[in-house]
């Protein structure tokens, strides 16, 4: 008993913080990553072995870039017996010369974290997507929509599964500071999506509707209830100096410990 006791508890134990940070720090230090270019799927491709090397079953959205080439989401799939889903999104691209360790390698580095944790949870009450999305950077593809986001609905409508949508979550900007902020286009906030993440640090901003500077702005016009956490404010995105010393590992602590006992439990 007393093994079998030991043995869940392992399986059960919370993402780190320092994997989240340790990995976004990494993937900051090699550089920009503008959509569809082979710093974008090199990105990519790291993510997609530590989904693998963890136990996640991967799956591939590709989709092009006008002008630019191709480019993909790589998902992390861990199925439950519900019919429910939810999704934890977090794109890999930048703006040059950006090398985007804020914004958002933050976000990707926490998705690295997440699933570990999730990969070995005997109890998850829906199945989860964690998605490192491609192409989000509307600056730079001078496209009116976050294409990985959109090549995700396009999935999710492919499969008839956009109605079992419970949360999309996109992380963007999360490995600096104490506090964050909650987006969304709901009118107020819902009590089963919003509310549960509006924990102390957590302070709720209503998106114009149909509007939005994420992914989470594509989900949500598709009928999803999305929602996007990340710091009040950003003065080096999309600049040079967004570099990896800004990173810190107790952001990463922090953010996982709101996102993570829910992607557990959200049914």
Partial sequence: M?????????????PSGSEAYTFAVSLARDGERPAASAA??????????????????????????????????????????????????????????????HDNASGVGTLVALARSLATDPTPACDVWLVATGAEERPYTGTPDHLGASALVTRLRRIDRLKDVRLALSLDEVGRGSKFDLHSTASSPRANVERRLMKPGV????????????????????????????????????????????????????????????LRTWR
């Fill in 203 to 262: 302070r709720w901003v209503r998106d114009p509707r149909g509007e939005g500077n994420s992914d989470h702005r594509e989900l949500a016009r598709a009928g999803a209830p999305a929602a996007k956490l990340g710091v009040p404010s950003e003065p080096c995105r999309h600049t040079a100096c967004d570099t990896p010393d800004r990173l810190e590992r107790s952001a990463f602590t922090r953010v996982l410990r709101i996102v993570w006992p829910l």
């Fill in 2 to 14: 007393l093994a079998t006791t030991l043995c869940c508890a392992a399986l059960a134990a919370a």
């Fill in 40 to 101: 974008e799927r090199k990105a990519h491709q790291r993510v997609a072995a530590r989904f693998r090397a963890v136990g996640l079953r991967v799956g591939y959205e590709r989709f092009t870039v006008p002008g630019k080439g191709r480019s993909r989401n790589v998902i992390g799939i861990r199925d439950a017996p519900g019919d429910c889903l939810v999704i934890a999104m977090a794109h890999a691209d930048t703006v040059p010369p950006s090398p985007g360790a």
